[in-house]
C-alpha cells in the first residue's frame, strides 16, 4: 500500500536557520507528493507540490525535490522565519484515485 | 474566493451520544472529502464524494459514522452513537476535478471534537 514516513518532532530552530524535514513515501507506481502546513487554529494549506520525477516543488521560500531513486521528497527552507512555525504534513497521491495519504506531521517552533 | 467552511468549530459530547458536522466546499469544486485526524497523527480519509456519489468510503467506520452530499454541494458527516476514541478533528476538503486528476485539496479550520 500507500505509505509517508517523515521525520519526528518538534524541531526547535533559531530565526535564520537552515531548516530541513525529511519525508520518504512508498507506493505503487509514481505518485504525486505535497507538502502541507497547518498554521495554529487554522486548516491545511497546501505549501508546494511535485509531480513526476526530478520536479522540485517550491513557495514561500521552501522547496522540495522529488527524489525517486531515494523515494524522498524532503522539505527545506535557506533561512526560517518565528512566522514560519507549524505542523508540516507530507503526503501523496498514488495511482489514479485522488486520495491523500499523509505522515504523521511535524512541528516546527522558530525562536527569536 | 470563499474557502471551504466548516461547523461547528468545537463539539463536547458524551460517549453515546449523537453529533453531526456541516460543511459547504468552495463553489464548483465536483469532490468533496472528509478526513478524520487524530492527535498527533496525520488526517486519514473518511469519505469522498464526486458530485452526490460516493468514491471510497473503505475507511468509514459505517457501524456508526454515515455522511451525505444530497444535493452535490454541501455535506454532514454523523457520528451516531459516539465512542471515546471518535474525539479528533474533522476536516472537510474540496477539490475541482474529478477522480483520475490529481488537483489540489483546499481544507476547512475543521471541527475538533471531544468525546467525553
Known amino acids: 500500500g500507500n505509505s509517508v514516513t517523515q521525520m519526528e518532532g518538534p524541531v526547535t530552530l533559531s530565526e535564520e536557520a537552515f531548516l530541513t524535514i525529511n519525508c520518504t513515501y512508498t507506493a505503487t507506481g509514481y505518485p504525486s507528493l505535497f507538502w502541507y502546513v497547518q498554521y495554529p487554529g487554522e486548516g491545511l494549506q497546501l505549501l508546494l507540490k511535485?509531480?513526476?520525477?526530478?520536479d522540485k516543488g517550491s513557495n514561500k521560500g521552501f522547496e522540495a525535490t522529488y527524489r525517486k531513486e531515494t523515494t524522498s521528497f524532503h522539505l527545506e527552507k535557506g533561512s526560517v522565519q518565528v512566522s514560519d512555525s507549524a505542523v508540516y504534513f507530507c503526503a501523496s497521491i498514488a495511482g489514479t484515485a485522488s486520495k491523500l495519504t499523509f505522515g504523521t506531521g511535524t512541528r516546527l517552533q522558530v525562536t527569536l | 474566493e470563499a474557502g471551504v467552511a466548516q461547523s461547528p468549530r468545537y463539539k463536547i459530547i458524551e460517549k453515546r451520544q449523537s453529533v453531526a458536522f456541516w460543511c459547504n466546499p468552495i463553489s464548483g469544486h465536483a469532490t468533496l472529502y472528509w478526513y478524520q485526524q487524530i492527535l498527533g497523527q496525520g488526517p486519514k480519509l473518511l469519505i469522498q464524494f464526486q458530485n452526490n456519489g460516493v468514491v471510497d468510503d473503505s475507511q468509514l467506520p459505517k457501524d456508526r459514522f454515515s455522511a451525505e452530499r444530497l444535493k452535490g454541494v454541501d455535506s454532514t458527516l454523523k457520528i451516531q452513537p459516539a465512542k471515546l476514541e471518535d474525539s479528533a478533528v474533522y476536516l472537510c476538503?474540496?477539490?475541482?476535478?474529478?477522480?483520475?486528476?490529481?488537483?489540489?485539496?483546499?481544507f476547512g479550520p475543521g471541527t475538533r471534537l471531544l468525546v467525553l
Open positions: 476538503a474540496s477539490s475541482l476535478a474529478g477522480q483520475g486528476l490529481i488537483e489540489t485539496q483546499y
Open positions: 511535485a509531480t513526476k520525477a526530478d
